[in-house]
């Protein structure tokens, strides 16, 4: 049976085409915040990493109610480095709205996240966003978006979409782009008319598959998923199932339902409601609830295999254990595993150090989001270069690849064409647009995307806009030079003075200013040149009777490139860490004594001459 006072739907999209800004107009037509309330934009956005960077990172559950229709939404993120709660989310739902911006059209991330919902067999709700843009193409897009639907190979009745097209920021939706209309009326009706009530069947046993947990300090561990079938009702015995099939006897303490931004708590849910469970201990994402009276197991998430690995590992610099709360292996372990029950696309392993362990992840920022993360909290640690991760299928060596799309101007195009060129990228698709620019496809090994973003923008001049998706596994490519100059090493320690800094700026890029405690073996700049290069940056004037301090004032230095995480991370070569504190973050070798360098750097001649 079909339970018709329900719809339960993803939101889906390319990153920045304005799905959670799409949710608070939802919420706000809905009347779920009081006249006189103030509330953020980006309401979903809650934690402070999403508001930063303006992106989702979490899939988040909210409801709305609409002529008596209670709709269930999940805002997804729209990153495929996040594209493991995407996967999940799908089990929830019973339909999506894909949003497509009405300049840019369907994105790599759009496919992406598109294929997972037509693989599901779920029907789609095309929303053209951004409507009131000078250049926006409605038309132009909705034929790109129809292309991408066959081209994912989207059977007949899901190709039938319905269209709608909205201005998100004022609430605003309509059929027809001419005329935009005043409210999300439009979008209300095309969801309970085109989205599928749920499925159902309410007389069999339990069952709900958890697809995120969240921990609360009093009701501890809280299981979210849809119950797929059956009843549940507070107290009642249930079995948790584990991926290995294995039976932990429960009891429910809490039952929850969505309603706008809360949990509601309930005292029995039907099938086909999207529910909060707590009681249940040790659940993790994948597992079943069901009837204790007739446990049956539903199919676990499976989601795609991680692309990159780094390795994360207690600080040994000689700063150590002066910036962070916790700093040992022990801690940094259990936090990077119980990061897993959360995150599903993560992977964690052991190494034969107890003090190093393996993280692998779907991206560059899926492992630069965990490290923010773990930073905020207060763990100081260090971790390696990305690196990716191959496979060996019939003797032959297979290394991850990506799709990687870049919108530049024509006078550029150059030297990113020579770019992608030197990364082993092979052109695949070129179109010139009307505004001047032009849209170039690659495919490209993941080892050539490793530092490739800082590049591409001081190519294009910062206006470059690039995107990237997964696109499988092929054979190896060859040698990749992933880093065309090298780093400025500090000679000693001490704290960095404008002269000694001046002196060092003549041979490349600096990355601190004075006044800043620096040790030997610390990355301060990047070199004008493909070796590394020791500078003494603490050096101080010598001063005479003819001289004062003061005269290191004059002394001037040029712009700074104060690093991000994101830009530390992408800099860093084969032979450097990243220590990462709640303080800063500094790049070091990983031999930090010169001789050391040089004693291996000889070793490794020796080596190659004997071969």
Not at 513 to 535: A, F, N, T
């Amino acid at each position: 049976m079909r339970r018709a006072d329900i719809r339960n739907i993803a939101i889906i999209a390319h990153v920045d085409h304005g799905k959670t800004t799409l949710v608070d107009a939802m919420l706000r037509q809905s009347h779920i915040f009081r006249d006189n309330q103030q509330v953020a934009e980006r309401v979903m956005d809650s934690n402070d990493l999403e508001r930063e960077r303006g992106i989702t990172i979490m899939a988040k559950n909210t409801a709305v109610m609409y002529h008596g229709t209670k709709i269930n939404i999940v805002d997804t993120p729209g990153h495929a480095d996040f594209g493991g709660e995407v996967e999940r989310v799908m089990n929830m739902v019973d339909g999506v709205l894909l949003l497509v911006d009405a300049v840019d059209g369907p994105m790599p991330q759009t496919k992406f996240v598109l294929r997972q919902a037509l693989r599901r067999g779920h029907r789609a709700i095309v929303v053209i966003n951004k409507i009131d843009r000078p250049n926006a193409r409605p038309v132009h897009v909705l034929n790109e978006t129809f292309d991408l639907f066959l081209d994912l190979g989207a059977a007949n009745e899901q190709a039938e979409f319905a269209t709608v097209y909205t201005n998100a920021i004022i609430g605003a939706a309509s059929t027809d782009h001419r005329h935009i209309g005043t409210t999300l009326e439009p979008l209300f009706e095309a969801i309970l008319e085109t989205i599928p009530a749920p499925d159902v069947d309410a007389d069999a046993p339990a069952q709900l598959l958890v697809t995120t947990t969240t921990y609360d300090d009093y009701k501890g561990r809280i299981a979210v998923g849809r119950l797929q079938s059956g009843v549940l009702r507070k107290a009642q015995p249930v079995m948790r199932i584990d991926h290995s099939g294995a039976l932990t006897p429960a009891r429910v303490t809490q039952l929850f339902t969505f309603q706008g931004l809360a949990r509601e708590e309930v005292e029995e849910v039907r099938a086909g409601d999207i529910v909060a469970v707590a009681g249940v201990p040790d659940v993790g994402i994948g597992d079943t609830i069901a009837d204790a009276a007739d446990p049956r197991p539903l199919p676990p998430i499976r989601v795609e295999e991680p692309t990159l690995r780094m390795t994360f590992a207690v600080n040994t610099s000689p700063f150590a254990g002066r910036e962070g709360t916790h700093v040992t292996s022990r801690k940094l372990r259990e936090r990077l595993y119980a990061e897993l029950e959360r995150d599903v696309a993560l992977r964690v392993a052991d190494t034969d150090s107890p003090d190093t362990l393996v993280v692998s992840g779907r991206g560059e920022l899926h492992l630069a989001i965990l490290i923010e993360t773990l930073r905020r909290e207060g763990y100081e640690f260090q971790v390696s270069r990305p690196e990716v991760i191959y496979k060996d299928e019939g003797g032959e060596r297979l290394e991850p690849y990506e799709q990687l799309e870049v919108e530049v101007a024509q006078d550029v195009l150059g030297p990113v064409v020579e770019l992608a060129g030197r990364r082993r990228g092979a052109l695949v698709d070129m179109k010139y647009r009307d505004d001047g620019s032009a849209h170039c496809v690659y495919k490209i090994p993941t080892r050539g995307l490793l530092g490739f973003r800082q590049a591409f923008l001081t190519n294009t001049r910062g206006k470059g806009v690039m995107n990237t998706l997964f696109a499988g596994y092929g054979p190896y490519a060859g040698a990749i030079e992933s880093r065309d100059l090298g780093s400025l090493i500090a000679f000693e320690a001490g704290t960095t003075t404008t002269f000694g800094l001046n002196q060092a700026q003549e041979r490349g890029q600096l990355f601190i200013g004075p006044g800043i405690e620096v040790y030997e073996g610390m990355v301060v700049g990047e070199h004008i040149r493909d070796r590394d290069l020791e500078v003494n940056v603490v050096r101080k004037k010598h001063l005479t009777n003819m001289r004062s301090s003061n005269s290191d004032i004059a002394a001037k230095l040029d712009g700074l490139h104060e690093l991000s995480l994101d830009d530390a991370v992408e800099f860093l070569a084969d032979d450097e860490l990243l220590e990462v504190t709640p303080v800063a973050y500094r790049i070091r070798k990983r031999l930090l004594a010169k001789q050391d360098r040089d004693r291996l750097a000889g070793q490794r001649k020796k080596q190659a001459a004997a071969v």
